[in-house]
């Protein structure tokens, strides 16, 4: 059965052409106990591949194997080095776009560092001051309830810090409500300039982080739409669910699974066969170059 299956998987391997888009996006998922790359097209919102590791060599030599790369304009990726290195190397005419969800994730971080510094100080009756601390710290102002804004605002004088450090996480959110880049680096200088007092070493994580990958993450501003990986996160589901349909599945037969037993996209290519091909060759293309395949399809994950 095993070899029945990975005939099969072969096969499908070379029939099925996914088509080089215009945005991709590159990230990781950690399946059977090892972090995963997955490749996805971010305006068509498909699946392209998904590697065995996410070592730098094998990106690499993934994006050399692709059809046309240099119709790539776009690359939407997590601060992870080794896929900044790969693009450059393969894809030098394409845009690294850092994904704005991996960058502000860390701001929640560093305000929980914050908040679980501050706990471990205090006795178990001001502890109880901070039920539920958590749960409204990670919520947006704008989401915050007028009951838990009250119960915010009792916190101002007890604990200034936290509060501190929460409307820093704020502001560091609200970069991306800027409209241009300029906007948005100016926004993102106040930021750094303006970090509570003695918090530097909470936030020193994501400054550094923001150093060294600024041209990739402020470039989100200028690019033609919205560029993020979230449907890119959104395969982490879809594998949960392949493992969990069945124990043992090696990585092999989860990535078939994920390729070739759900629904592709296809579309008709814009270029028609002409009627004087037709006439004069006999007949037109073949069946299988009459669409053009963009992967598989998230909408019906």
Known sequence: MRDIFNARAEFLGRWHRFETPRILG????????????ILTNIEERTLLDLL???????????????????????VSMDMW????????????????????????RMANDALEKVRKGLRKELKPSQSRTLKGDRKILLKRAHEVSDRERLIMETWTGAFPQLLAAYEHKERFYGIWDATTRPQSEAALDEWIATIPKGQKEVWSDLVR???????????????????TNAYTESINRL????????????????????LYTTKHKKKAPTAKVSLFYKKTIGYGLPDFAEELNYGVDLSTI
């Open 81 to 104: 080095n080794p896929y900044r290195a790969a693009v450059k190397a393969v894809l030098p005419q394409a845009r690294i776009v850092v994904d704005k969800f991996h960058v502000v």
């Open 52 to 74: 065995a590791t996410r070592r730098q060599d094998v990106v690499t030599n993934y994006l050399m194997k692709l059809k046309d790369r240099q119709k790539v304009e776009i």
């Open 209 to 227: 982080a923001v150093g060294n990958w600024r041209e990739e993450i402020m470039t989100y501003f200028e690019t033609d739409m919205p560029v």
């Open 26 to 37: 590159i990230d990781e998922l950690y399946l059977n106990k090892r972090y995963r790359c």
């Open 239 to 258: 594998a949960k669910d392949k493992n969990r349909e069945g124990r043992g599945y090696s990585f092999e037969v989860m990535r078939a699974r994920m």
